[in-house]
């Protein structure tokens, strides 16, 4: 009979299992089948990319001798930077050298687990993957190595081919170089803004100093930089820097670099970053020109790579003392100029914020020029000037600062010379520290000093500003000299037997048609007024123009042209015809400091030369040149010439037209001359202390008279007087010691042979011996006893000279 008892339906249910469990195992073992079978595909498909793309990878081994590009560097003789050319601005820095605080900013935002992990942020590149997968922006998933082998071998695409390239880099980078080799890399390659790759030249570039010396504040707005250099410029960008600065400062804190109290002060700190010029640096952009292009010649395109440093002749407190001193010849020259008128003129509306942004416009297109300094004005007036400059600065410009500008601010002016609201001016500071108005100069000039025993440059002006005209006018402005050549025309006379005491007539002289075969030529005094006789050194002194005729006429203008030879200047450039003796030839700046230093350093021809010594990166040695010395294959002229000559040139400065010279400098060592040529188109002055030779030349590129009064000794003397009183400070007087072959009398030099059967014996001869003359010498002839008068008319010889000089 049934049971109904529980028991039976128990055990009838114990013959079958639950279908439950049974499935759920079922559903595990092949999910994990489904695990393991996608394992074993991403382990095939990731052998497979390694098969293939591994073998493919660039060599990174050169990173074991990390040699990034590194650009041309130019320093003055004491290791001032004076230039640098390439792409990349960057001072390679070993991780030695690199400041903890600065890796420590680094670590803290980029990369804290750097020296624990293999390379890779796993998670990171999950999180970044995912990112992509939703337009989103990358989380920051690269490591340090990982930023490394992109920035050194990568593009910067986002996609995932370009991301398995990246990892597989790092695993290899991981593999070859140590976590400090890797780190080293990065300080140095990464790009930081303003063309500085590496924190060493980010430093410079932004705080101007050495990377040794950054503050933590410092460290931290430089390591917020990697991110979006352009985002985080603290020059563009100063509020988004500062927040991420801040950001950096808090995360040095969290990982244990610097404590509460540094990371407070560090908060605090008011950081100068340089916005601007840099009013510090060394103006030398011609010389860094010239330096580029004689590396260039001989490196070709590695010269912006090979981080070549160049070393230079010049001075860094000379080539400053020399810029400011042509800069401000040239100013003051400027100043008594009629004025014409702003530069521009700018619509300024009543919106405030478009007139502010219509400003900054007109000042960035129009920057400042050094010292004269671009601003926009606001209001004028007769009285008042109120304008605007950079920064939202506002200046006032009253009384004499008015003065240089006065016809611009007439109500009567032109419309383009008047200066009303939204005139674009530019503007100096005075001595006093008032505000002045003032233009940009139309008006040239160059500088140029030498070593006149060696030939070193000590420092070089190619003209008013590098950037507004790049033309080096100390090197390739042909001009005339002007009477600043009169020296060399005397130089030859001595040979032909004249002497400073030789008595030549200053009268007129007249050439009629006959004789030039076109106009008449009546030359003149540049004073107008004739002195009747006076002697060769009285009539250097006074630059009297009809002296250094008739002296040509006796030496022979073939002689002369021969004889200049020897100071360097080339005789095709100099005809043979007697407007020579007026300078009217061509010649360069550099050529005249050249030839002035003939007499300087005793009669020795010089080669002028700017390069002492390249390195390498490292500092090695590349090329060296020691200072030429000057022995008998460089004479250009007798010892006993070239001292003659400096006692002339002397007198020039103690009493002629350069009187102002040695007046000024309050030292007698000191020698020069004067030069200006007709109708005021060229002013020089060139002149030396035996241990320098410096030549000043101004003038406008398309020639044209400077003004009726505008000579040599008014322009262009104060120029070298201005740089020989910052050169020669602390240098002794030198004067120069009579060499054999000269004699004394009643005070005046003479060839000693002038003196023979006169009973007078030679007195302070030096122990240079003279040269013989001889058939070297171009210019023989028979002595002229002293004192002997020249008022002679042009030898016949000369008529055929004169006359093809005049024709067209």
Do not use: C
Request: no cysteine; glycine share 10%; hydrophobic share 40%.
């Amino acid at each position: 009979m049934p049971s109904n008892s529980p028991s039976s339906d128990t055990g009838a249910s114990t013959g079958h299992r639950p279908t439950w469990p049974r499935a759920l195992l079922r559903a595990a073992a092949w999910t994990l089948g489904v695990v393991m079978a996608g394992a074993v595909s991403i382990l095939v498909v990731v052998a497979i990319a390694l098969a293939v793309a591994y073998p493919n990878l660039p060599d990174v081994s050169d990173l074991l001798d990390y040699r990034p590009k590194l650009p041309l560097r130019v320093y003055s003789s004491d290791g001032v930077l004076l230039g640098e050319f390439g792409e990349e601005r960057r001072n390679l820095t070993p991780i030695a050298d690199i400041p903890k605080v600065m890796t420590d900013a680094v670590l803290a935002i980029e990369d804290a687990r750097f020296f624990s992990h293999g390379g890779v942020d796993y998670i990171g590149v999950i999180r970044a993957g995912l990112a992509n997968m939703g337009r989103a922006k990358s989380q920051g998933a690269s490591t340090i190595t990982m930023q490394v082998a992109r920035n050194v071998y990568l593009s910067t695409e986002k996609s995932y081919t370009r991301k398995i390239y990246e990892m597989l880099l790092t695993f290899k980078l991981e593999h070859l170089l140590s976590k400090n080799q890797i780190l080293e890399i990065y300080m140095n390659q990464i790009f930081l803004g303003q063309r500085a790759y590496g924190f060493a030249a980010a430093s410079e570039a932004y705080f101007g100093k050495p990377l040794k010396n950054v503050s933590i504040a410092e460290a931290a707005m430089l390591a917020g930089l990697p991110k979006a250099p352009s985002a985080y410029n603290p020059v563009s960008n100063p509020k988004r820097a500062k927040a991420r600065q801040l950001y950096i400062i808090e995360r040095m804190q969290a990982n244990g670099f610097i404590t509460q109290a540094q990371a407070e002060e560090a908060k605090a700190e008011q950081l100068k970053v340089r916005s601007g010029p840099d009013t510090g640096r060394v103006h030398a952009e011609f010389v860094a020109e010239t330096v580029r292009q004689l590396v260039f010649n001989q490196y070709g395109d590695e010269t912006y790579t090979r981080g070549l440093n160049v070393f230079t002749t010049l001075r860094a407190t000379d080539q400053t003392a020399a810029y400011k001193a042509l800069r401000k010849g040239i100013m003051d020259y400027e100043r008594r100029q009629i004025y014409r008128g702003p530069e521009k003129f700018i619509e300024l509306s009543k919106d405030p914020q478009e007139t502010e942004d219509a400003i900054d416009d007109a000042l960035a297109d129009n920057p400042d020029n050094d010292d004269v300094m671009s601003a926009v004005v606001l209001e004028a007036g007769p009285k008042k000037i109120v304008a605007i400059r950079q920064n939202s600065e506002t200046i006032e410009i009253t009384g004499d600062g008015l003065k240089p500008a006065q016809s611009g601010l007439s109500d009567k002016a032109a419309p383009n010379i008047r200066i009303r609201r939204g005139a674009l001016i530019r503007v100096t500071k005075t001595p006093k520290n008032t505000w002045e108005i003032t233009q940009l100069p139309e008006v040239e000039g160059a500088f140029v000093a030498i070593d006149p025993r060696n030939g070193a440059v000590r420092a070089l002006v190619g003209g008013f500003d590098f950037e507004k005209n790049k033309f080096n006018h100390v090197t390739q402005a042909w001009r005339q000299p002007g009477s600043s050549f009169k020296p060399f025309i005397y130089s030859a006379a001595l040979e032909k037997g004249f002497t400073p005491a030789t008595v030549v007539n200053d009268a007129p002289l007249f050439f009629d048609a006959g004789v030039t075969g076109g106009q008449p030529w009546e030359p003149k005094n540049y004073d107008g007024t004739f002195d009747g006789p006076m002697s060769l050194r009285r009539g250097l002194a006074k630059s009297k123009n009809m002296i250094s005729i008739r002296v040509l006429q006796a030496v022979g203008a073939k002689n002369a042209q021969e004889w200049v030879t020897r100071f360097g200047f080339d005789g095709e450039k100099h005809p043979a015809y007697l407007t020579m003796a007026l300078g009217a030839g061509s010649v360069t700046p550099l050529q005249m400091a050249i030839g002035y230093s003939v007499f300087a350093n005793g009669g020795y021809r010089i080669n002028p030369y700017l390069i002492t010594k390249i390195t390498d990166q490292k500092g090695r040695t590349v090329i060296e040149s020691p200072p030429p010395g000057l022995d008998e294959s460089v004479r250009g002229i007798e010892a006993r010439n070239a001292y003659i000559m400096s006692s002339l040139l002397q007198e020039v400065a103690r009493s002629g037209t350069a009187a102002k010279a040695q007046a000024t400098l309050k030292r007698p060592d000191l020698y020069g001359k004067t030069g200006t040529t007709n109708d005021s188109i060229d002013t020089w002055f060139v002149g030396y202390q035996p241990t320098l030779t410096a030549a000043v030349w101004m003038g406008y590129d398309t020639p044209k008279k400077l003004g009726d009064r505008e000579t040599g000794g008014g322009l262009s003397l104060p120029v070298w007087i201005s740089f020989m009183e910052h050169a020669l400070k602390g240098v002794p007087v030198t004067e120069y010691t009579p060499p054999a072959g000269v004699i004394n009398m009643g005070g005046e030099w003479f060839y000693e042979e002038y003196a023979k059967g006169s009973g007078i014996s030679s007195v302070g001869l030096g122990d240079r011996p003279a040269p013989g003359a001889g058939a070297d010498n171009p210019i023989q002839g028979q002595p002229m006893p002293p004192g002997t008068v020249i008022q002679s008319p042009p030898p016949s010889d000369e008529r055929n000279r004169i006359l093809d000089l005049f024709k067209n």
